[in-house]
């Protein structure tokens, strides 16, 4: 029957993938939002069409930090010494923001202004402070955070082995530090080391490329977060000024007080990388056809999705009131801890139903799925593993402790 003479209606534009479904984006002040979308222009624009590259070929990608630094992010949510300021709930934002695109460039990100400057900015004295924090904010130094020896990682408050002794004005550093993130060529590293003298954690500022005894090996044949560079480092008599010891960081607290910052930003970064697996699993959705319909309009696959969107809001939820409670100075351990765990379940979870989303494609790297895949394992293990989380949260909990001392 012809329809000539008929009105043939065109087909629905489809929605657009949309992972901020409870519309938290409206509830930023306009500066921070507009921090928001310079960061996620940056990454769709600069970071999206190269990363692929760099994940098959296990490095850095180098040619973008010049673009990098013009957003002038160094020292997110840390006041004065050349450091950007802002909320902590900024720097939440901007941690899931960027694992959005990537979960390794975030990764490089946090390791450098939440590890390395956040150690300095909570553990160093004001001239400490002064003379490292700026370089570090203009990110002409890059930092990275020696903590997880290669026997020790889960028990690093009780069992660090690497050792730091005094000798006159100079400390001397002994021991092994594995998985450390921008290690392999990044300018200062902060060594957490076990006073012989009183047997208590201390931390250090070791200037990589210019200290004798002090080598790092890149670790190879990693299968998530690629990009970050991860290394093995070795110090032999490695001498240290008393100037270059943190004086505030007296004890592992001290590492606590950095680390429940920053395993927070890791919940921060598993609900940014399943928003960016959610949006490409929808468009992937959209547009795969069998049967002669898209994949999207199946039943099972449309649970699949909304399950996946429960778990992205669920996270943003949970990190978005953390990062509130940040922000009053509230936040403690134990809620950080279930920010982290939580989000990293989801996590893979939601990561898992997106790769299957994909079907046989979703095997294949360049559909993009499958380092978000990856990357979540990653998250899961590292700044405390989902375990030391519960260990935290259970103690919380039930007021017992089953921590093994
Ligand atoms: C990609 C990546 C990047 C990293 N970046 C850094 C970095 O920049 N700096 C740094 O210092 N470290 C870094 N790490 C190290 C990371 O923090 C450690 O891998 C992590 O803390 C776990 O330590 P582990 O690997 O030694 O595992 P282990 O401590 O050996 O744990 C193995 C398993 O045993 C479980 N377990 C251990 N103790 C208990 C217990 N008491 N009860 C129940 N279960 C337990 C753990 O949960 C885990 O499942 C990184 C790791 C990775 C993979």
Redesign the pocket.
């Known amino acids: 029957m012809s329809t000539a003479g008929k009105d043939v209606k065109p087909p629905k534009p489809l929605p657009s993938p949309n992972s901020d479904f409870y519309q938290l984006a409206e509830t930023l002040p306009p500066e921070e939002l507009a921090t928001l979308r310079q960061v996620r222009s940056f990454m769709e624009s600069k970071v999206a069409p190269i990363i692929n590259k760099y994940w098959v070929e296990d490095s850095f990608p180098f040619e973008l930090l010049p673009a990098f630094k013009e957003l002038n992010l160094g020292g997110l949510g840390m006041q004065g010494y050349g450091c950007r300021g802002g909320s902590k709930l900024l720097t939440g934002l901007v941690a899931m923001e960027m694992a959005r695109t990537d979960g390794s460039f975030a990764t490089f990100f946090g ?1 450098h202004s939440g ?1 390395a400057m956040g150690s300095i900015y909570a553990t160093g004295s004001e001239e400490q402070k002064q003379k490292w924090l700026p370089p570090m904010a203009r990110l002409e130094k890059i930092g ?5 020896e290669p026997l ?4 690093t408050s009780g069992g660090l082995t690497t050792t730091a002794k005094k000798e006159g004005d100079t400390w001397v550093l002994n021991g092994q ?1 594995k ?3 921008n290690s392999p060529w990044c300018d200062i590293s902060i060594i957490w080391a076990r006073d012989l003298a009183d047997n208590q954690v201390k931390a250090f500022i070791v200037e990589n490329k210019t200290t004798p005894g002090f080598s790092v090996e890149k670790i190879q044949n ?1 299968f ?2 690629k990009v ?1 560079q ?1 290394g093995l480092i070795t110090m032999k008599d490695v001498r240290v000024p008393e100037e270059n010891h943190l004086q505030a960081g007296k004890t592992f607290r001290d590492t606590a007080r950095v680390l429940r910052q920053t395993r927070y930003l890791v919940g921060w970064e598993a609900t940014g990388c399943q928003m960016g697996a959610f949006e490409n699993t929808v468009k992937y959705a959209q547009e795969r056809l069998q049967f002669g319909r898209p994949i999207g309009s199946f039943q099972l696959i449309q649970d699949l999705l909304s399950k996946m969107l429960a778990n992205v809001t669920a996270c943003q939820c949970v990190v978005v009131r953390a990062g509130q409670l940040d922000d009053q100075g509230k936040l403690t351990d134990a809620q950080a801890a279930l920010s982290k765990s939580f989000t990293t379940a989801k996590c893979r979870e939601t990561v898992a139903w997106g790769r299957e989303i994909f079907g046989g494609n979703g095997l294949s790297i360049d559909y993009n799925i499958g380092r978000f895949f990856t990357d979540a394992e ?1 998250f899961i ?8 989380q519960n ?1 935290i949260l259970g103690k919380a909990i039930t007021g017992l402790s089953a ?2 001392h």
């Open positions: 390791v590890l990275c955070f020696g903590l997880t020790v990682g889960s028990g530090k998985w450390i993130g990693k998530g977060l970050v991860n990653a293990s590292y700044e405390g593993t989902t375990q030391m260990l921590f093994v």
